[in-house]
């Protein structure tokens, strides 16, 4: 009935035991327990669980874990090293690019996989990185603005 | 919640038809599975196993050839196709369609073949390689079959795939010279399905010419991506105009066959048709006329 999953989360190798209706975000969240990766819609329309599979966003909700076997995850717990914030992590602090939060993870995955393959997008080309990921706090504006401010070098990744 | 079942990864063409073949009735094939979750979770689907054709790696390619036109596997992913150079060698429009499909995060994941299998008259995919002209390839273990896209669909959510065969490939060939082809869904949510889709393809004697042929297809109006055929003939043999191109829009809102559903009404959607095939259709002869 289980399967074997063999997955690197965050630098991390894990071997574990799945049935095969796990999804990837209850594989992260139940079963390896990081709970930043959030459940929202269920549906692959609102975005909250997207993470990084393999270099690419994926919504963690519309992928089976066996399908993500032998691959390699980044969620939200691996953006930040040594204790230090990734620089999406402070321009989303201190340009106010959250309320209640429920999207913070998602929207920053999203926004890693955007920069990571395009490290100098337009403003046109920033709303499309993230618009995959719904806010219910319309907190677009200052989203952009955040992202922007990553793009323009404000914020280095400290080492 | 997804039912159990049992789960299946073959890494070959040979092997996913040979289990397709042994499980038929009580299985269902997975690629992205970013539509086939989502039936699952509804408790639509609940199959007894789970075929996972997204690792055989040999439908996964787009091929490219200045006579024959692009082939891509059906394992292909949306945003593969949305960023293949191939695309810029007349087939732009396929390119513009993935760019608007869903969001960056299904593309990433989700197969062109996947889409098309999945039979969805309101899947943005159909109408434009309908309008293109495009083929597939079914296989099964006892052959391959081809067959036009436009004869694939059959109903919702039903295609002419038999149990036992996987759709493979999809061919598009060169467009005639002359040549133009657009695509515009429209939607309230930019990631979402369309209301309507519209695509439209207009080829014309020369430059400036008369219209040879053009192809309108409708997609979110009836059971299966729709052909305008009597729109289609307003246009064939004419001088284009926008006079033209909006009695093409009448008769194709005469001809779409939409529902009433969560997203718009019967009547607002034979609106949208009217709208929007003219305004395809104007980008269509646009581009003809560059090509």
């Known amino acids: 009935m289980r399967k074997e999953l063999r997955l690197v989360v965050n630098g991390q190798p894990y071997e574990l035991y799945v049935k095969p209706k796990t999804l990837l975000v209850e594989v992260l969240r139940d079963h390896l327990g990081l709970t930043g990766t959030k459940r929202g819609c269920n549906s692959a329309s609102c975005g909250a669980c997207t993470v990084m599979l393999n270099g690419m966003a994926v919504k963690s909700c519309s992928i089976l874990a066996l399908q993500a076997d032998g691959g390699e995850v980044l969620t939200v717990e691996g953006l930040a090293s040594g204790g230090e914030l990734h620089p999406l992590q402070e321009a989303f602090l201190d340009h106010g690019a959250l309320q209640c939060g429920f999207c913070t993870a998602g929207m920053l995955m999203s926004a890693k996989a955007m920069l990571d393959e395009n490290p100098e997008p337009t403003k046109k080309q920033i709303k499309e990185g993230i618009h995959g990921n719904i806010c219910r706090c319309t907190g677009y504006n200052s989203i952009i603005r955040a992202v922007t401010a990553v793009v323009n070098g404000e914020y280095k990744e400290k080492k | ?291």
């Not at chain 2, 105009?241 to 019967?266: N, V, Y």
């Open chain 2, 1 to 291: 919640m997804l039912r159990d079942f049992e789960y299946l990864a073959p890494k070959t063409l040979e092997e996913a038809l040979t289990l397709l073949d042994e499980h038929q009735d009580e299985c269902k094939v997975i690629a992205g599975g970013q539509s086939l979750l989502i039936l699952m979770r509804q408790g639509l689907l609940a199959p007894e196993y789970l075929i996972d054709i997204k690792g055989v790696s040999e439908l996964n390619y787009i091929e490219s050839d200045a006579r024959e036109g692009l082939k891509i596997g059906a394992v292909t992913t949306h945003r593969a196709i949305e960023k293949s150079p191939a695309m810029k060698n007349g087939f732009g429009v396929l390119a513009e369609m993935e760019h608007r499909l869903a969001s960056i995060q299904t593309r990433n994941w989700g197969t062109i073949g996947g889409n098309i299998s999945h039979g969805d008259p309101a899947g943005d995919p159909a109408p434009v390689l309908i309008a293109l002209n495009a083929t597939l390839t079914t296989a099964g273990l006892g052959g391959t079959r081809n067959m036009a896209v436009e004869d694939f669909s059959l109903n919702f959510f039903e295609t002419a795939l038999e149990p036992s065969e996987l759709l493979t490939e999809i061919q598009v060939p060169v467009a005639p010279p002359h040549t133009g082809t657009a695509y515009t869904k429209f939607n309230i949510i930019e990631s979402d399905v369309a209301t309507v889709g519209v695509a439209v393809s207009i080829t014309l004697d020369s430059g400036d010419g008369v219209c040879r042929d053009a192809r309108i297809v409708l997609g979110a109006c009836g059971a299966t991506p729709i052909r305008a055929k009597q729109a289609e003939e307003v246009l064939r043999g004419k001088k284009i105009t926008d006079k033209r191109l909006k009695e093409a829009g009448q008769e194709a809102s005469h001809e779409a066959e939409p529902i009433s559903d969560i997203s718009a009404s019967e009547e607002y959607r034979r609106e949208l048709v009217k709208v929007l095939v003219a305004r395809v259709g104007k980008e269509a002869l646009a581009r003809a006329r560059q090509a």
